[in-house]
Structure formats: structure tokens, C-alpha cells
């Protein structure tokens, strides 16, 4: 499962002043922690942050999603993900042994015929487990979801069932929101 790093574009210049976050922020992904939400202030380098860290995990896969709403989709950072785990690894989806988590990663996509129905959460939990199932590394996939403080109650719920050790899910997330938000 190859990473999305077009996301990363505008890394020019370098990091300065955060060497002390950037490295507790290492420490908790690196030791294995599910769920990391970075929060503060708009324009304080929250983003900037997390696409350092995904910069230096040349041995994990990264993906990114913002859970902008204005496309009108269910389930925005999700959608975002496995659009780009898809454009950037030709065949994924169809390759995934389950047809229902086919199914349900099409619909989510809206590539599926618009007559289908939202995926239900279970199927999409089970859907994105095949997905990060792909990975051909021991390390945990790392999913990044920007403006967590936008998403809805279902992007939420799936994210949660997504990380809760009983899944058996491999994948860090990494949650980024404004104080606001939580």
C-alpha cells in the first residue's frame, strides 16, 4: 500500500521551534498509540506538524483527509483517504477479497451507480480494515484527519471503532482540531 504524499507539497522551508513537539509526537506514534489529536489555535502549525512527521516515516504508509464538508459527501476524511490510497495503488479497492467492502468503499467514493445506498458504519470499519490490511510494512498505517473539529457523528463513530483495540485494526490516527472543537 503505497502513501499519498501530494498532500505534502509546499514542505520547502524548515521546521523551526517545534523540534520538541514534533519529537513527543514521534515518540507517541513510534510507541504504538492508536489515536493522537494535535490541537490548537488556527495558523499555529498544527498541519505543518503532522506533515513533518509523515515526511520522516518513509517506513509507514500515510494518508490524509480533512473533514470538509462542502463536497456533500458522508464521510469526508475517509472518502479523501481512500480516493488517494486508490489513485496512488491502481486496483486496491477491486482487489480487496470481500465484495461487500468493495461495495461499500465504492459508494463511499461515490463511484458506485447513485442509486446505492450510504455505507453503513460496521461495513465501512470493515471496508477500511481490508484496505489498511494492504500494507506491505510490520508498521501501523498512519490515517491524518484534519479539522476533526468538522466532523460529523459518523466520521467520528468509524474513526473510534477504527482505532478501539478490540477492531484489531493496525493504523495510528492522527486527529488534528481547534480547541473549539473538543
Known sequence: LSSCRCWMQGLGSPLVGRDAELSRLRAAVDGGTDLV???GESGIGKSRLARELAA???????????????????FPPIAD???HAEQHNAGLIDGLESQ??????????DVAP???????????????????GATTTDEAPILIVDQLQDADTDTLEVLGRLV??????????????????L
Open 56 to 74: 520522516d516515516a518513509s517506513r509507514r504508509s500515510v494518508f490524509y483527509g480533512t473533514c470538509d464538508r462542502s463536497l456533500g459527501r458522508s
Open 114 to 132: 447513485a442509486d446505492d445506498t450510504r455505507s453503513s458504519r460496521s461495513a465501512l470499519v470493515a471496508a477500511l480494515a481490508a484496505l489498511l
Open 37 to 39: 489529536v494535535l490541537s
Open 100 to 109: 461487500r467492502s468493495v461495495d461499500a468503499l465504492r459508494r463511499l467514493t
Open 81 to 83: 483517504i481512500v480516493e
Open 164 to 181: 478501539d483495540p478490540m477492531s484489531g485494526v493496525k493504523v495510528c490516527v492522527i486527529g488534528i482540531t481547534q480547541p473549539a472543537g
